[in-house]
């Protein structure tokens, strides 16, 4: 039998899979490692924590499922977007890795605008500079630690470090070097004039692949670490969103995707370049060969229900704890009991700000409409109503184009619960499914490497792999009676965005 190694290096742990080759995983196991914080808003990780924990997880995956070594005919990597690795001639790590989620580079965004142009800045690379990808952040050591800035050879990506480790071979897939800021996304290959204008080296850039192509094979030195056979060949992988993608089948023309995690994620596959003229949307390269996607990302949804069952659900963590039960199955049953639209109650989903549709780091959360009638169900079905409405919004900026969507695959947390895939069902007005593949992006890099190694097409062996286990169609007389609500969900944010801003700023003052 021969396997497929995925391996997905998240922002807290790195997860490794064994995928065999009818698509069956055949064991998973991950290892933590730490994040650094030395200052607030600062997000780091050190590239040789990757690299052990990695290694570690390898050994010990192998040791756990019997699988030996050289069974494994390839790897494959997916990995936290946008973080920055800088390494000098010597292939030693310069200084810490700033994360996607460190926000010390808001002037440098600034500065990578007037400089490059919003227009243009949209056109080539398909996106607006924010403060978690990885050119501000070369910009930001430029400016702040000009000696490292100096040192510095090759600029890479998270995974790509440790596929670096794992064959001595630098590179880079599309689909991850879409949010460099640095790639021109249309042409698949690295944007000279964005480079250029930024002043950054373009020697720094590693060699472009697509996702499932051959990017190098197994070092004796790295086969010995982790007990993978010497010659092991590893293809590029992609990003966590677009192995997240492919690892639920959205590889074809009119299939979305909705992650319901502590983020939201709305994805869509595109056949062709389409970036959203005003970039509410990313449109990045994706993980299959010669094709696009977009994305919106809510920044707390998931999430909203989770500040929400922590502060305000002392009676369902006492009953599951009781019960030895999951707290949201007794949220969600008390949701279920207030009817479509809470009694005339809305939530605002933006307790972290957000970015898809609103990027607006100051909005803020609220619930508006409460009335003495409203009980904690009430104000539990709006948080999950809210988180809807959100992640409908980032779905209705992708049908202004020429898409047309006709199946929503919903995973992550959230898609657990039938009763939230209905209301998503509802909301979107199309049908929900969920698939049997839960292992998310190391799933997908499994499937690149397979599509690599076997030289078989990312969607055929998805189509192959993937099943629907379950499927939700829209009730009409439900949709009928989300559509006011979700009007005046979308009418609140612009009304009240000055509002936010002051209080956040009185907040601040606090
Ligand atoms: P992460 O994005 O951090 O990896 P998950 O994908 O596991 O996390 O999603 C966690 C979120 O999913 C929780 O914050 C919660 O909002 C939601 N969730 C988890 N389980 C359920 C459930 N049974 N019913 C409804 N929502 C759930």
Known sequence: M???????????????????????????????????????????????DWWQATSRCIRALLELSGVDGGEVAGVGLSGQMHGS?????????????????????????????????????????????????????????????????????????????????????????????????????????????????LGLPMEWLPPLYESNEVAGQLTGEAA??????????????????????????????????VALGTSGVVFVHDETYEPDPERRLHAFCHGVPGKWHRMGVMLAAGGSLQWWKNHFAYEELQLAARDNRDVYE???????????????LVFLPYLTGERTPHPDPEARGGFIGLNLRHTKAHLTRAVMEGITFGLRDSLELMK???????????????????????MIADVFGYPVVTVNST????????????????????????EEWIQVVDRVEPNPDHQ?????????????????????????GLARQA
């Open 400 to 422: 202004e184009s020429s898409v047309e969507i006709t199946e929503l695959r919903v995973n992550g947390g959230g898609a657990r619960s039938r009763f939230w895939r209905q």
């Open 85 to 197: 690795v800088f390494l000098d001639a010597d292939r030693t790590v310069v200084r810490p890795a700033l994360l996607w989620c460190d926000q010390r580079t808001s002037r440098q965004c600034e500065w990578i605008e007037r400089t490059v142009g919003p227009e243009k800045l949209g056109e080539l690379t398909g996106n607006k500079a924010l403060t978690g990808f990885t050119a501000p952040k070369a910009v930001w050591l430029r400016e702040e630690e000009p000696e490292n800035y100096r040192r510095t050879a090759h600029l890479l990506l998270p995974k790509d470090y440790v596929r670096l480790q794992l064959t001595g071979a630098f590179g880079m897939d599309m689909a991850d070097a879409s949010g460099t800021l640095l790639l021109d996304v249309a042409g698949r290959r690295w944007s000279r004039e964005v480079v250029e204008k």
């Open 2 to 48: 021969a396997y497929f190694l995925g391996i997905d290096l998240g922002t807290s742990a790195v997860k490794c899979i064994l995928v065999d080759d009818h698509g069956k995983v055949k064991a998973s196991r991950s290892e933590e490692y730490p994040l650094l914080q030395p200052h607030p808003g600062w997000a780091e990780q050190h590239p040789e």
């Open 224 to 257: 010995a670490r982790t007990g993978l056979r010497e010659g092991t060949p590893v293809v590029a992988g992609g990003g966590d969103q677009a192995c997240g993608a492919v690892g639920v089948g959205v590889v074809k023309p009119g299939i979305a995707s």
């Open 480 to 504: 009928a009676r989300y559509e006011p609500y979700y009007a005046v969900y979308r009418s609140l944010y612009p009304i009240l965005k000055d509002s936010f801003h002051r209080l956040t």
């Open 330 to 344: 007794y949220l969600t049953e008390l949701a279920a009991e207030a009817p479509i639209g809470s009694e005339g």
């Open 439 to 462: 292992d998310g992006p190391a799933y997908g890099a499994a499937v690149m490497a397979a599509s690599g190694v076997l030289k078989r097409d990312v969607s055929e062996l998805c």
